[in-house]
């Protein structure tokens, strides 16, 4: 059996520097042949076969973004809490249905569990309708709450059923509720209207 030559001069030298003729490590190699893999494949993506260029793919990013961050695009003369028995039973429907699950957090009564209790008069981003409703629209990613107002979620007609089946239940007094959180300071009468 040959034995693999190690560690043999070369015979040239250049200034004196010398160097041995061994096989390049099998890692190194199959790392070099994925990079000439991965930068054909790169090249016949983006410059012959329409990958998205940086432009186009910054204008996508951005327009994600502008559709997860939209304000609601009601105009504030139609966010009007609604009382019919229809839409509140729309409204309930979305609440305590499992493709919003909004009861798994603020439970069934919504007197509060994971977020807060959404019938007393203390609210974290506001208690008048527009800003219940646009709290339900944008959510609060960071602290779990889906943003229901963008995607296949919640259209506008869904969310004021939804808000205003939340606008329904204030001054309810559900039993037990979630404990005021220090930062939940902001109080409204039920017409929405801050109390200072
Ligand atoms: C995964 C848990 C979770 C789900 C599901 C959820 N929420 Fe929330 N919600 C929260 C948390 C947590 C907050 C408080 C956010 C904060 O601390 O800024 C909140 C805040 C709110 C607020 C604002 C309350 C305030 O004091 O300003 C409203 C209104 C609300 N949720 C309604 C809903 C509705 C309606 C749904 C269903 C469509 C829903 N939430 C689903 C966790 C949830």
């Given at each position: 059996?040959?034995?693999?030559?190690?560690?043999?001069?070369?015979e040239h030298d250049?200034d004196?520097?010398?160097?041995?003729?061994?096989?390049?490590?099998?890692?190194?190699?199959y790392?070099?042949?994925f990079?000439?893999?991965f930068?054909?494949?790169?090249?016949?993506?983006?410059h012959?076969?329409?990958?998205?260029?940086?432009?186009?793919?910054?204008?996508?990013?951005?327009?994600?973004a502008a559709l997860?961050?939209?304000r609601t695009?009601?105009s504030?003369s139609?966010?009007v809490?609604k009382?019919d028995a229809?839409?509140?039973?729309t409204?309930?429907?979305?609440?305590?249905?499992?493709?919003?699950?909004?009861?798994?957090?603020h439970?069934?009564?919504?007197?509060g569990?994971?977020?807060?209790?959404?019938?007393?008069?203390?609210w974290l981003h506001g208690g008048?309708f527009s800003?219940?409703?646009?709290?339900?629209?944008?959510g609060f990613?960071?602290k779990g709450?889906?943003?229901?107002?963008t995607?296949a979620?919640l259209?506008?007609e869904?969310?004021?059923?939804?808000a205003s089946?939340?606008?329904?239940?204030?001054g309810s007094?559900?039993?037990?509720p979630?404990?005021?959180?220090?930062?939940?300071?902001?109080?409204?009468?039920?017409?929405g209207?801050?109390?200072?």
């Amino acid at each position: 059996m040959a034995t693999k030559e190690m560690d043999k001069l070369l015979e040239h030298d250049a200034d004196g520097i010398q160097e041995y003729d061994n096989a390049l490590p099998r890692w190194w190699l199959y790392g070099f042949y994925f990079t000439i893999v991965f930068g054909v494949v790169y090249m016949f993506y983006y410059h012959s076969f329409g990958g998205p260029s940086s432009a186009q793919e910054y204008a996508n990013e951005m327009s994600e973004a502008a559709l997860l961050y939209k304000r609601t695009a009601m105009s504030p003369s139609a966010m009007v809490a609604k009382s019919d028995a229809a839409t509140l039973a729309t409204g309930k429907a979305i609440f305590e249905g499992t493709n919003n699950a909004c009861y798994t957090c603020h439970r069934n009564d919504m007197g509060g569990q994971v977020g807060p209790n959404l019938t007393d008069e203390y609210w974290l981003h506001g208690g008048s309708f527009s800003k219940v409703m646009e709290s339900i629209k944008t959510g609060f990613l960071e602290k779990g709450m889906q943003p229901y107002g963008t995607g296949a979620k919640l259209n506008d007609e869904d969310l004021l059923a939804v808000a205003s089946y939340v606008w329904s239940k204030r001054g309810s007094n559900p039993p037990e509720p979630k404990a005021i959180e220090p930062d939940r300071d902001k109080k409204y009468d039920l017409d929405g209207n801050p109390i200072p």
